[in-house]
C-alpha cells in the first residue's frame, strides 16, 4: 500500500489580515517537493471562517495555481448554514480543485434530519466531489454512525474527513472503509493508521514537516516500523510544545524559521515576541525538528 498524505495548509498573513502571496507559495512548493499527495487550503489550519472574502478566494486562487494538478486539492467550504455554505462552493469551485471539503454547520444545532437535508443539498448543487468534515471539538456537534451511513448514500459525497477519537476513527474505518473515502486526522497515530490498512492520512501536522511526514509513511508502507516510530515520535514532540506556548504563535515560528514567510493567523490571536519566539526556537526538540526537516529537503527533488 501506498499512503495517500493529505497536508493541511496554513494561510500566511501579512499584519493587518492580507494575504502573504510569497510565504503561500514557498509553504505550497514545500509539500510537493517533499512528495505529499494532496492539499486541504482553507480547512482549520488554514482558519477561513477568520479570514475575509477577499483572502478566501485569493488563497484558492494562487493555492490552485500553484499547484496546477501535481497534486489533489480540497478545499474547505463549511459555514453556519446552507446559504453561507453554498456561496463558499461557489467561489471555490470557479478554481481547478478536486474536492469541497464541508464542515458540520456550527454556533446553531440541527437535527440529524436537517443535517442530512444540509449535506444532501449541498451535494446536489455542488459540481465538484464533496467530502465531509466531523471535527466535533469545534463544531459542538457529533455526526452519528447512523447519519454517515445515510449522508454517503449521495453519489456526490466521495468521503469523510474525520478528527476524532482513536477508537471512534477505529469504528468508523471498520464500518465504511469499503464504502466511501476515509481520510482521519491522527497525526501521532500514522503508523497504526497504515498497520489497519487506511490509506489516506490528512493533519495540519504534515503542513509544518512535510518530509518527515513523508519519510514516517514510507518506512510504515515498507514494513519499517522501527523507522517509523522513530519518526513519529521525533514529530509528536512539537504538539506538546506548542499546545503550551500557543498553537498558532508556534506555528508562525517554525514556519518562518524555515523560510515561510507571514503570520499563521489574523488577530485576536497571540503573536510570539521575539523573546518567547527565541525561547520556543531553542527548545531541542524544536531545533531537532527544524534541523532535520531542512536536510530532508534538500534529498528531494525540486517540483
Known amino acids: 500500500m501506498s499512503t495517500r498524505l493529505t497536508s493541511a495548509i496554513c494561510t500566511p498573513l501579512h499584519s493587518h489580515g492580507e494575504l502573504h502571496v510569497d510565504g503561500l507559495l514557498t509553504h505550497v512548493v514545500a509539500q510537493l517537493n517533499a512528495g505529499i499527495d494532496g492539499l486541504l487550503v482553507a480547512g482549520t489550519m488554514g482558519l477561513m471562517q477568520l479570514q475575509t472574502d477577499t483572502t478566501y478566494e485569493q488563497l484558492i ?51 440529524p434530519e436537517e443535517l442530512r437535508r444540509y449535506f444532501w443539498q449541498l451535494a446536489d448543487a455542488a459540481q465538484r466531489p464533496v467530502f ?23 453519489p456526490n459525497i466521495h468521503g469523510l474527513k474525520c478528527t476524532r ?39 495540519g501536522l504534515f503542513a509544518l514537516f512535510p518530509n518527515h511526514s513523508r519519510a514516517l509513511a514510507d518506512a510504515a508502507d515498507r514494513g519499517d516500523f522501527d523507522e517509523a516510530d522513530r519518526i513519529q515520535a521525533e514529530l509528536s514532540a512539537f504538539l506538546p510544545i506548542a499546545r503550551e506556548v500557543g498553537l498558532f ?15 499563521m493567523a489574523p488577530e485576536p490571536y497571540h503573536r510570539l515576541d521575539d523573546q518567547q519566539r527565541a525561547h520556543l526556537l531553542s527548545q531541542t526538540a524544536i531545533q531537532q525538528l527544524i534541523e532535520d526537516e531542512m536536510k530532508l529537503s534538500l534529498t528531494q527533488p525540486s517540483s
Open 249 to 263: 504563535g508556534s506555528v508562525t515560528a517554525v514556519l518562518n524559521a524555515m523560510g515561510i514567510a507571514g503570520e
Open 61 to 111: 486562487d494562487v493555492s490552485s495555481s500553484a499547484v496546477a494538478g501535481r497534486c489533489e486539492l480540497w478545499v474547505g467550504v463549511g459555514d453556519t448554514s446552507f446559504a453561507r455554505t453554498l456561496a463558499r462552493i461557489r467561489t471555490a469551485q470557479k478554481y481547478s480543485l478536486d474536492g469541497l471539503v464541508v464542515l458540520t454547520p456550527y454556533l446553531m444545532k440541527f437535527s
Open 165 to 203: 477519537s482513536w477508537e471512534w476513527t477505529v469504528d468508523l474505518w471498520n464500518r465504511f472503509g469499503d464504502l466511501t473515502r476515509v481520510v482521519p486526522a491522527q497525526p501521532e497515530r500514522v503508523a497504526d493508521l497504515i498497520r489497519l490498512g487506511v490509506p489516506d492520512n490528512l493533519d
Open 132 to 154: 465531509l468534515y466531523d471535527l466535533p471539538g469545534l463544531t459542538g456537534t457529533e455526526l452519528s454512525m447512523e447519519l454517515i451511513a445515510q449522508v454517503v448514500q449521495h
